[in-house]
């Protein structure tokens, strides 16, 4: 889109690529010349403080991306002996506040020190979630669209949404922050913001898994995927692939993350598993993350009634589900989730 107001403008700024910051200049503060070549410059509407100026072609504008963190940069190996996280009057457990991150890796920096993303119980605790400047807090509907659970603690009651909220805006807000007001919103989980972690006592978080840490992922919202073309597998083949490195065949959950497979991949035109099949015809269909098989995008006259078809595709040419044999050969893609099933 970029690129199409600017042809439409009466002069289009020519393309200039850096290869130090002191090549970054115009009036006023000093630019940085970032790993792509394009220079930037401060912009405090940003989460890295940083944004393109107009000679940075199709990025012209736009916010520059905040790095996902390093995860084994942890704070320790336990919080409870971390000098970082705080004591807040009136609460028994301590916090810290994570550097700006999306939701995924907030999740993922929290469960390195042992702690877990914030579950607010009640007023007092969303109040100091307020006063520590923090947002992400472990709430979401991630796995089922509309069912917002918290991350710790499935059972917590306590929410504080704003009035309209949540929303669902744009069909991809699927996670929570605190505003400055105490008042919670759904934004997409992509976002960079600062999580809140909290640590308690006995508490033992999940192994990361490996694949958070692995490289060629593509980042859509902040859920880091794999995938796959070049190998052909059965279904079988392609879920133990997937677990090999701590991730999971992929599971669909709204009609977003659905959408993503052929359009934000740039996957060529290839059907792709998805990580749900039943035991038998006639019987239920269930996801390998063990979420509830609620979403569905069926194709016309599907699932079929072939008794040996009992795995899923998604068919590139219109995004819609099939029904197939599970020794079939596909390409698929692993999701690979900071907290593993």
Known sequence: MWLALALAGCRVPATFQCESSDQCTREGPTGTCEPNGFCSFPDSQCMSGRSYDASAGVLAGTCVAVPPPDIDAAVS????????????????????????????????????????????????????????????IGFDDLTTEGRFVWQHAPTATYANFNTGEPNNYQFHEDCVYVRTDGLWNDTPCGEARPGLCECEAGYTAPTIPACMAMPGATIVQGRRYFVHTAQHVSWAEAKADCESTGAYLMVVGDLYENF?????????????????SRPNSGDPWSWVDGAPFVFTNWANNYP???PDANCIVTASANEKWQNARCNDAHAYVCECDPLPP
Request: charged share 10%.
């Open 77 to 136: 190996t336990s919080c409870q002996t971390s000098p970082q996280y705080q004591m807040v009057a009136g609460l028994t457990h301590t916090y810290r506040v994570t550097g700006l991150v999306d939701y995924d890796a907030a999740t993922a920096a929290c469960a390195a020190d042992n702690a877990y993303l914030a579950t607010i119980d009640d007023a007092t605790e969303n109040a100091a979630v307020v006063a520590l400047a923090a947002n992400w």
């Open 260 to 276: 993503f497979l052929d359009n934000t991949t740039g996957l060529p035109m290839l059907d792709l598993w998805l990580g749900a």
């Open 304 to 306: 079929t009634g072939d």
